[in-house]
């Protein structure tokens, strides 16, 4: 009689504590495609990583513009970088092959890098 009397206000509690588990669980794994859907950024230490790969490069400077995004598994980054007006197509499309690469080797093999070039001011 008693335990029973117990339980009765017992099952409501119990119900509210797994409910709110229920909500947590269904949120994180909602969470991650939700970031993707309204085109979350990278977080701030990856593009600090994607700046540093810029600055290694002494050829190129004041990278700005830094877009970045999560596609499905892969990672996409736009920028804008600057480098010699006075170069040749042939050395600047080579510079920015070497950078797409070395963004590729830190962020994986499937990243789609875009960059934008302005001669230096
Ligand atoms: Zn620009």
Do not use: C, Y
């Not at 970031?35 to 700046?51: H, K, R, V, W």
């Not at 596609?71 to 736009?78: F, K, Q, W, Y």
């Not at 050395?91 to 092959?97: C, I, N, P, T, Y």
């Amino acid at each position: 009689m008693l335990l029973g009397g117990r339980w009765t206000v017992l099952d409501p509690l119990a119900s509210i504590v797994v409910g709110a588990m229920l909500v947590k669980v269904a949120w994180d794994i909602m969470r991650p495609s939700l970031g993707e859907l309204t085109d979350e950024s990278l977080p701030a230490n990856t593009e600090e990583e994607i700046l540093s790969v810029f600055h290694s490069f002494p050829q190129i400077s004041e990278p700005h513009n830094l877009r970045t995004r999560r596609i499905g598994s892969r990672v996409a980054i736009e920028a804008h970088i600057r480098m010699d007006g006075a170069m040749t197509l042939l050395e600047a499309h080579d510079l920015s092959s070497r950078i797409e690469k070395k963004l590729k080797e830190r962020l994986g093999p499937q990243t789609i890098v875009t960059l934008h070039m302005e001669p230096k001011k």
